[in-house]
């Protein structure tokens, strides 16, 4: 079973640009795929990004492919989140997931969850 750990997360200023990390534990990275979700207040949980276990093939919701860049490091346990050009819209809480297979949009196929991290732009 992997454990996930945000971090990265911060306050910024619209149009600046914050890295999320998620570090994994527990388990074989490698068997993997990973995604970053989101959800603001009072909002369903959102996908943004997913990635194959070997990073070779990523999937974005179409209105981030341009802003956001998620990335995987199989020798540090590691996912990454690059944002930016960061808009007032895009504060939620960040949270990042594990499941083995291929990757899913739908958190409903995801097993393991992070505590998630706080991202706040202010415009």
């Known amino acids: 079973q992997v454990q996930l750990v945000e971090s990265g997360g911060g306050l910024v200023q619209a149009g600046g640009s914050l890295r999320l990390f998620c570090a994994a534990s527990?388990?074989?990275?490698?068997?993997?795929?990973m995604a970053w979700f989101r959800q603001a207040p009072g909002k369903e949980r959102e996908f943004v990004a997913a990635?194959?276990?070997?990073?070779?093939?990523?999937y974005y919701i179409d209105s981030k492919k341009d802003r956001f860049t998620i990335s995987r490091d199989n020798a540090k346990n590691t996912v990454y989140l690059q944002m930016n050009s960061l808009k007032p819209e895009d504060t939620a809480v960040y949270y990042c997931?594990?499941?083995?297979?291929?990757?899913?949009?739908?958190?409903?196929?995801?097993?393991?969850w992070g505590q998630g991290t706080q991202v706040t732009v202010s415009s």
């Open positions: 990635i194959s276990w070997s990073g070779e093939d990523t």
């Open positions: 527990g388990g074989t990275f490698s068997d993997y795929a």
């Open positions: 997931a594990a499941k083995k297979g291929g990757y899913y949009s739908d958190y409903g196929a995801y097993a393991y």
